[in-house]
Structure formats: C-alpha cells, structure tokens
C-alpha cells in the first residue's frame, strides 16, 4: 500500500510543479490593460544618441567587420564625447506639441556604451567630459510634460566581446543568442554577461522613477532572462521588441492582429548623420495616418549632434507635425482600425471607446468628399477638425456625401469627424 501511495504522491508533485510552471509563463507577458495604453498613445519618439555622434556614421554597426584600429578608435570615442548644449526639456516640448506620447532611448546599443550611470561598467557615460547622468535627465524632462518613458536596452554587447575577446565568425562577433554561455568576467563587478545585464535592468528600472515601455534589440531568445527581470520588477511594464511586431523602416501592406509598432528614421539613417536625406513633412504624416489606421503606433527617430542639440531639419519637422497635431490629434490618439483602413486615398480612425470614425484625406479632396462605405451607417453629424461649424452632408445610394468649404484648417491631410449612432 505504501508504493501506490508514494507514487500518487510523485504524481501529484509533477502535477502541481507543471502547473506552477505554467502559471509563471503565463504571468510573464504583457497585461492587456498596458497593452490597450500602450495602443492609445500612439505615437512616439525614438532617440539613437551616443558617442559615435561625434564621426557621424551609424551607430554601433560600423563595427562589424572592422579593423583591430577602427575598434579602438571606436570604443575610445567617449573620452571626448561632451554634449554642453544637451537641453532635453526642449526635446520634450517639441516631441509633446508633435503629439508624441511616449519616448524610447538608446540607454545601450550594441556597442556597450551606457548612457545613464551605471555602479556595473566604467564604459558610461559618467566617465566622459560631460559626466552628467543624460537618462536621468531626459526621463524628468519627459515625464514632466506628461511622456511615458521608455529604455532601448540592446542584448547584444559588442564591447563586453571586445574585452573579453569574443570569437567572431566572418568578421562579426558571434552571438549564441544564449546569454549564458558568456562566462568571462566584465564590468567592474567581474560578472559574466548575464549576470551584468540582469543588473543593469535592475538599475534601469529601479533608479529613474516609473518606466512604461522596455525595448530589446537584437535576438528575442536572448532577451527571455532579461525580460522576465523586468516583469518582476515592474508587472505593468510593455515590452515592445521581442514581443510584438515591430516592423523596421516599413509599414506593412495590410493591419496586423493586436498591438505592433513600426520603428522609422526621419532620414537615412538612425545615428546623427550630417547633411542626411530627411523625408518630407508630409510623408512623415502620411506614414503616422496609414499606420494608425492600420492599427499601429509610430515611433519616429531622431539622432541628436554630438553637442547635445537636435539638427535643425529634424527640428523644423517635428515642428511641422506639432502644427498637424494641434487641429488632428484626436484622430491619432485614443483611436483602431475601422473596419477597413482606406478608401483610396481616405484613410479610417475610430475612437476606441466611442462612436467616432475619422476620415483623413491625404490629398484635398475638392467641393466633395464622398465615403462609400458609409452608406448604410447612421450618421449623426460631420464636422472637420479645424473648422468649428457643422460640416453639409447628405447620404445617398453613393454612400455619405460631404461638401467641404474652401477653408482648409491645416497644410497637410485633412480630418473629417463622423459621429454615428453606432459604428
């Protein structure tokens, strides 16, 4: 009688470990309220900063395949790095009149260069000339004028390989995308690789107030350890890359199921790049508008100067889009996809929570505007964002019928506001 009880004891042992594992798996996502937040902001802004501002080339990646001289030029650029015109208050306001409503910054790209102060690795930014804290400084700037805050941390680090003498396959440094098999010490801790990032997302998320938003590059089976740290340590937290699509330099053809997030430079380049080939304020707009209407957030990049101040077309452009923001803004907020995204050149918001579909017209579209698709929809008033009067609209067999005025509200892509009975 003893083994068969012994033996349901075991059982139910397995059981009740499987179901603890279980459960701990199914903890560690991220929560559907984050998420729907997370959805509502909508529009963000991304900061790819560091020493290697000061040779204008991309940031981290010119290091694969380089010369033994170029590395150590390279990994010795934060010796001279000093941005004393570094105003992040003035980031902030010109990215909350853009209608941004979040922020993500490079703490650490793939180089290994740590732009807050770290207690891990003397490789920061508080052992360069300008010896001040810049994470710290951007999340007050941020939050204080009401911008959620988010870490770009990336997994990768190329310059605990370069220390420790990483292998490298055809030039570039070999990542086993397992954190684990990094056993060689760093840092000023002497610890293995994992062991210094799980502390660095310990500092990162314990030392710089509320963070909402954490953004791992490069390999989502690296990042596994790391991001569960973080879920420990802040459960509301939204995890971007290595959980949800994330579309780089690309907005896809067609909505994609639940949250996802296209990531896109202003120009070529994430890196500040001299003299670089910036995109036209209206293609900037038209891409925020398509992927809001496809149901997704744009995070817009800007690669600050090595002095600290923003390049003056990246300035005016986010300038321009604060002016679109003032009079559109609540179609870009708070807002889904329809059921469909577009007309031709019509694109579709709904309010999440209310009855409200935005038409945003890329082009003037003329004396009239004519939305087919709501043709059988009951329609309660139409108004253009801009514009404070009661739009003429009738409906027909053509669908919803609008005579638009010869006033137009704003230089670029213009929102028609259609409150239904029920949409």
């Known amino acids: 009688m003893v083994k068969p009880i012994i033996k349901y004891i075991s059982i139910l042992t397995v059981m009740f470990f499987a179901i603890l594992v279980a459960t701990s798996?199914?903890?560690?996502?991220?929560k559907d309220a984050s998420i729907e937040k997370f959805r509502d902001a909508g529009f963000g802004l991304f900061i790819h900063w560091?020493?290697?501002?000061?040779?204008?080339?991309?940031?981290?990646?010119?290091?694969?395949?380089?010369?033994?001289?170029?590395?150590?030029?390279?990994?010795?650029?934060?010796?001279?790095?000093?941005?004393?015109?570094?105003?992040?208050?003035?980031?902030?306001?010109?990215?909350?009149?853009?209608?941004?409503?979040?922020?993500?910054?490079?703490?650490?790209?793939?180089?290994?260069?740590?732009?807050?102060?770290?207690?891990?690795?003397?490789?920061n930014i508080m052992n360069t000339p300008y010896g001040k804290d810049i994470s710290a400084q951007l999340a007050k700037a941020f939050r204080d004028e009401g911008i959620a805050i988010g870490?770009?941390?990336?997994?990768?680090?190329?310059h605990y390989y370069y220390e420790t003498g990483a292998p490298e396959i055809?030039?570039?440094?070999?990542?086993?995308?397992?954190?684990?098999?990094?056993?060689?010490?760093?840092?000023?801790?002497?610890?293995?690789?994992?062991e210094y990032e799980l502390g660095q997302m310990k500092e990162l998320l314990t030392k710089y107030g509320d963070i909402d938003v954490m953004w791992y590059d490069h390999s989502a089976k690296s990042a596994e350890p790391l991001k569960k740290r973080v879920w420990e340590l802040n459960p509301d937290i939204v995890i971007v890359r290595s959980e949800i699509p994330t579309p780089e330099q690309t907005i896809p053809d067609k909505p994609i199921k639940g949250a996802w997030e296209t990531c896109m430079t202003m120009g070529r380049q994430w890196?500040?790049?001299?003299?670089?080939?910036?995109?036209?304020?209206?293609?900037l707009i038209d891409n925020l508008v398509k992927i809001r209407a496809r149901g997704g957030n744009y995070l817009l990049n800007v690669g600050p100067k090595p002095n600290g101040e923003l390049p003056a077309p990246q300035v005016e452009l986010l300038k321009k889009l604060g002016s679109w923001n003032a009079i559109n803004g609540e179609a870009i907020h708070r807002v889904r996809g329809w059921v469909i995204?577009?007309?031709?050149?019509?694109?579709?918001?709904?309010?999440?929570?209310?009855?409200?579909?935005?038409?945003?017209?890329?082009?003037w579209p003329g004396k009239q505007?004519?939305?087919?698709?709501?043709?059988?929809?009951?329609?309660?008033?139409?108004?253009?964002?801009?514009?404070?009067?009661?739009?003429?609209?009738?409906?027909?067999?053509?669908?919803?019928?609008?005579?638009t005025?010869?006033?137009?509200?704003?230089?670029?892509?213009?929102?028609?506001?259609?409150v239904c009975l029920q949409l």
Not at 67 to 88: G, Q
Not at 111 to 123: E, I, P
């Open 50 to 123: 560091g020493p290697v501002s000061q040779i204008g080339k991309e940031i981290s990646w010119p290091l694969v395949g380089a010369s033994k001289e170029f590395r150590e030029k390279y990994f010795s650029l934060y010796k001279t790095f000093n941005p004393t015109k570094f105003n992040p208050k003035e980031w902030a306001r010109l990215a909350k009149q853009a209608g941004m409503r979040y922020v993500v910054f490079t703490t650490q790209h793939f180089n290994g260069f740590n732009m807050f102060d770290t207690a891990l690795s003397n490789y």
């Open 271 to 283: 890196s500040y790049k001299p003299n670089d080939n910036y995109k036209s304020a209206v293609t």
């Open 405 to 418: 005025s010869d006033e137009r509200p704003s230089k670029y892509a213009y929102t028609f506001k259609i």
């Open 170 to 194: 055809n030039g570039r440094y070999n990542s086993t995308q397992d954190l684990k098999k990094f056993t060689k010490p760093y840092g000023t801790q002497n610890l293995t690789l994992l």
């Open 341 to 363: 995204t577009n007309e031709d050149n019509i694109w579709f918001t709904k309010k999440r929570d209310a009855n409200i579909l935005y038409a945003i017209a890329l082009e």
């Open 25 to 30: 798996k199914s903890l560690a996502k991220n």
């Open 151 to 158: 870490w770009y941390y990336g997994v990768e680090n190329w």
């Open 369 to 403: 505007l004519t939305i087919k698709s709501l043709r059988d929809t009951k329609v309660l008033s139409v108004k253009m964002l801009g514009l404070n009067k009661e739009m003429k609209w009738q409906q027909s067999k053509e669908g919803l019928v609008i005579e």
